[in-house]
Nanobody
Framework: QVQLVESGGGLVQTGDSLRLSCAASENSFKDYALGWFRQAPGKEREFVAG????????YYADSVRGRFTISRDNDKKTLYLQMNSLRPEDTAVYYC???????????????????WGPGTQVTVSS
């Protein structure tokens, strides 16, 4: 069982930056592929970014590629999402998630993830 807790959300203006963190409780944190998802009101939860065990494989949604950077620190059991050049359409609740995998490669679909944090709100005003 992996417990995840996000932090770092808030209210910012268009063009600003935020850094989200996701702290994990599990000592085997390094054995899980990790991802960030987001869900805006009235919309389905969507994949934002994913990262493999050691960070060798990273995937981004087209909508955030070049603006967001996912990273992880296995020693600190923490996942990060650096978000730059934020836009109003980035407004959503952001979730971190983890899933076990024999390949280490992160999935891009929510259904593959076994453990989820409660989420943190990011609001970008125009």
């Amino acid at each position: 069982q992996v417990q995840l807790v996000e932090s770092g959300g808030g209210l910012v203006q268009t063009g600003d930056s935020l850094r989200l963190s996701c702290a994990a409780s599990e000592n085997s944190f390094k054995d899980y592929a990790l991802g960030w998802f987001r869900q805006a009101p009235g919309k389905e939860r969507e994949f934002v970014a994913g990262i493999s065990w050691l960070g060798g494989s990273i995937y981004y949604a087209d909508s955030v590629r070049g603006r967001f950077t996912i990273s992880r620190d296995n020693d600190k059991k923490t996942l990060y999402l650096q978000m730059n050049s934020l836009r109003p359409e980035d407004t959503a609740v952001y979730y971190c998630a983890a899933h076990a995998t024999v390949t280490g490669v992160p999935a891009t679909t929510a259904g593959a993830y076994q453990f989820w944090g409660p989420g943190t709100q990011v609001t970008v005003s125009s």
